[in-house]
């Protein structure tokens, strides 16, 4: 070993995060069939896994993000269900380990201390997830009046101008 060298230690293989990436979507899937999603529509979110762990820099991994939420608003049911909450959390750990699966090469090793950053990250956005969510199901049911849904509609495209105002600025 040269002076002013560092040795790292044995890190993951890259080609775990595609692996993952299967087998998170596979989970999903099985969620899915859970919630009442029919064979056909499985299969073909099967395929979209198998696409995306073998290319996660595709659309397949844009597919595979979307086809979850589509699917649960076509059966339809209460928003706030358990079924929901782990799809939500599948989801979103599917887009995490698509991007690293899209950014590091397979024949690479990469250290787990190197992604303790997204893990907290994931963490932090799950653990607002869940309160939110709890905070729905403390609000009463029923026909929510239109000036309160005007209201509530103004203040979500304030927080998405926000975040882009806020995105162009960090360039």
Do not use: K
């Not at 993000?65 to 750990?93: D, F, Q, T």
């Not at 309160?131 to 929510?144: E, F, H, I, Q, S």
């Amino acid at each position: 070993m040269n002076p002013g060298t560092v040795e790292l230690r044995r890190g993951w293989p890259g080609w775990l995060f595609r692996a993952a990436v299967g087998v998170v979507g596979l989970a999903a899937a099985g969620v899915l069939y859970a919630e009442g999603v029919t064979i056909t529509p499985l299969v073909l979110y099967v395929g979209l896994t198998a696409v995306a762990a073998a290319i996660p820099a595709s659309a397949a991994a844009a597919l595979l993000v979307a086809y979850p939420p589509v699917a649960l608003v076509v059966l339809g049911g209460e928003p706030v269900r358990p079924g929901v909450l782990v799809l939500v959390a599948l989801v979103h750990l599917l887009h995490v380990l698509c991007a690293y699966a899209a950014l590091v090469p397979t024949r690479s090793r990469i250290h787990p201390s190197a992604l303790r950053p997204a893990a907290l990250r994931y963490v932090a956005v799950q653990a607002g997830v869940l309160a939110l969510a709890g905070v729905v199901l403390l609000l009463p049911g029923g026909r929510t009046d239109a000036a309160v849904e005007v209201i509530g509609l103004a203040c979500a495209a304030g927080l998405v101008l926000g975040a882009v105002v806020l995105m162009r600025r960090r360039s």
